[in-house]
């Protein structure tokens, strides 16, 4: 065979496998569901949520909700790798009590994760 065509072929293939790798590294936007469904209407006036990875933050929204109180799902947008995540959700009474969870997510593209606060 002659030398040219396996050096382009040696290339090709290393090329392409430097695009996958590029490709399965990059950042991707995902979703982080906080489910507050059990919570009583007017319940939950504020909430923190907090997504980090290996003790770098990687999304964090907080938010105000008045006496009409929190939504059923709180959704926080998250730019980064797909894999293992920890989020953190503080979330405020209307009596001013706070009561933190921490839970360790998988991120993924295809689907939000998603989590209960209790």
Not at 61 to 85: D, F, K, L, N
Request: aromatic share 4%; proline share 6%.
């Amino acid at each position: 065979m002659n030398p040219r065509i396996l050096r382009f072929g040696f290339l090709a293939i290393l090329a392409g496998g430097l695009v996958l790798f590029a490709h399965a590294r990059s950042p991707r936007d995902m979703v982080v569901e906080v489910d507050l469904s059990s919570a009583l209407p007017g319940d939950i006036v504020e909430s923190d949520v907090i997504v980090s990875r290996e003790e770098h933050s990687l999304a964090r929204v907080e938010e105000r909700y008045g006496a009409s109180g929190a939504p059923a799902i709180v959704r926080v947008q998250v730019r980064a790798r797909p894999g293992a995540a920890n989020v953190e959700v503080t979330l405020i009474a209307s009596g001013g009590t706070a009561r933190r969870t921490t839970t360790a997510v998988d991120l993924s593209p295809a689907r939000p994760a998603r989590l209960e606060a209790r």
